[in-house]
């Protein structure tokens, strides 16, 4: 929509017409924008206490624009205030709310002052970024500790393992289960990480090149929960790399998730049958009665490559972006909140589903020692006992399994496996054979550091807990510090209006 007279737009001193309706359509904002309301309100009021701070506004001035923004700040909480379309993003909304005549009037006008929508909007990103983060581990807290639970449950819990989707050597489920808890521990320092280079401010920055006026940037930056600044004015405004290493870390989790929701699938199969999800985590079918999908676990499939392409997209926006802010950057929000939220809903059913799985143990046990998984321990024992080069034993057992396999046999077969030893020149009595190729037993001589073996498990399923206490504790430090920094904040905006 155009009219005569020049622009409305708060940005508008320059333009003889406003934006036409297409051009507005295809700008704003105002969705994604919609997640950093109390971002924008917060990063408003430390801005404009600094600026009162550092004698570049009245102190009447800041009564009038705090008096506002604590009122809009209630229209939000109380869900009465919306973002205008026509207002473009929600900075546009905010101050425009400051400047209505009826509110604040020509005092909102002054909050402007030292401050870009460029500096503005990555501040408010960071802000709304590292809630996201937060609250990611904290729920990937809880699907850690579901997964030890249910680990140290099973620690004599003997079941297959699998290399290539073939049987391989005996393992615990509590191996299992906690092989995949320690890739998330990963997952965790990695979100970490990408939270302490996100939670850095930039306002102040400005357009691109700071401002001529005397700013205590260090103060905005502690009044809105940051551990520092972005120093450099074009790189704060122009980057968004630590925007890419969250999605690039949520990526990374994801595809763990996806990981072991390959394995709820596979598991549950009727060919393996080793686990059945529980019906709340399963669908039917509208035609086959007789179905149960562990659609929960398909879904957490699904959602990893919908996470890992808002990482692709946001790489590809940023690529070939030149300096400062371009208005590309605009979409760097959508792809975010998506991946942000895509993550959040799949450990929330994946930490249910596991806790409610069950566990077929006298299936899992079956299976364990299937297929010649315990041929490896058998050439261990020649090795061991018998003083022979492991390869030469790995051919022996080698030639046993394949005889064995012709004649549709197993290791279970005690006293055919004794016949063949003998007949490669290695006595050994069918009893001896039982005891080397029971998987139970198999698992229980296996000693070095990190294996399944039970008491190897028992003691990376403490460590593991005792990492996770940790790194909640790091957690819940970090959501102190930014309630301490909103309450500071909060303080001393009632401080200045009590001087009313």
Not at 128 to 151: K, M
Request: proline fraction near 3%; glycine fraction near 8%.
């Amino acid at each position: 929509m155009t009219e005569k007279g020049g622009s409305r737009k708060l940005w508008g001193g320059r333009f003889g017409r406003d934006l036409d309706e297409s051009m507005l359509a295809f700008s704003e904002s105002t969705g994604p924008d919609s997640r950093m309301i109390g971002e924008d309100i917060w990063g408003s009021e430390a801005h404009a206490l600094m600026l009162a701070e550092c004698g570049i506004i009245e102190a009447e001035h800041l009564r009038e624009i705090l008096r506002w923004l604590e009122k809009a700040r209630e229209e939000f909480e109380a869900g009465r205030l919306t973002l205008k379309r026509e207002l473009e993003d929600v900075h546009m909304n905010v101050e425009s709310y400051l400047r209505d005549p009826a509110q604040a009037g020509e005092a909102g006008g002054r909050l402007h002052t030292a401050r870009s929508r460029n500096d503005q909007v990555v501040t408010d990103f960071r802000m709304r970024l590292r809630v996201y983060l937060l609250d990611i581990r904290e729920a990937l807290a809880a699907l850690r500790e579901t997964l030890l639970e249910l680990a140290a449950e099973h620690a004599y819990t003997v079941m297959p393992g699998f290399t290539h989707t073939q049987h391989a050597q005996p393992i615990t489920a509590g191996f299992w289960l906690s092989a995949h808890a320690a890739g998330l521990a990963r997952d965790d320092k990695r979100l970490a990480a990408a939270y302490g280079r996100t939670n850095r401010c930039p306002l102040g920055a400005c357009a691109l090149a700071g401002t001529s006026f005397p700013i205590d940037r260090q103060l905005t930056a502690e009044l809105l929960g940051f551990d520092g600044v972005i120093t450099h004015a074009l790189d704060a405004v122009q980057s968004r790399d630590f925007a890419v290493e969250a999605l690039a870390a949520l990526s990374m989790m994801m595809t763990n998730l996806s990981r072991l929701a390959e394995e709820f699938v596979w598991f549950s199969t009727p060919a393996l049958g080793m686990i059945e999800v529980d019906d709340a985590f399963a669908t039917g079918s509208s035609i086959m009665p007789q179905k149960k999908n562990p659609c929960a676990a398909e879904l957490a499939r699904a959602r990893t490559a919908a996470v890992s392409a808002r990482l692709m997209e946001l790489l590809t926006l940023l690529k070939a972006l030149p300096g400062g802010y371009n208005r590309d950057l605009q979409n760097d929000k959508p792809p975010t909140w998506e991946a942000c939220e895509g993550a959040l809903a799949t450990l929330e059913v994946m930490t249910g589903m596991v806790r409610t799985v069950t566990l077929k143990t006298d299936r899992m046990a079956e299976l364990a020692g299937a297929e010649f998984a315990c041929a490896t321990e058998l050439a261990n024992y020649l090795v061991r006992e018998r003083g022979l080069p492991f390869r030469d034993c790995h051919e022996l057992v080698g030639s046993l399994v394949a005889a064995l396999a012709s004649e549709g046999k197993t290791l279970d077969e005690h006293e055919r496996v004794a016949e063949l030893l003998a007949e490669a020149g290695q006595e050994i009595s069918a009893e001896e054979v039982a005891e080397i190729v029971e998987p139970g037993a198999c698992v229980r001589r296996q000693q070095s550091l990190g294996s399944t073996n039970a008491d190897q498990v028992a003691e990376m399923i403490a460590d593991l807990r005792a990492a996770l206490a940790t790194d909640r504790d790091a957690t819940q430090e970090a959501h102190a510090q930014l309630q301490a920094a909103r309450e500071e904040t909060a303080r001393r905006v009632a401080q200045a209006l009590g001087g009313r």
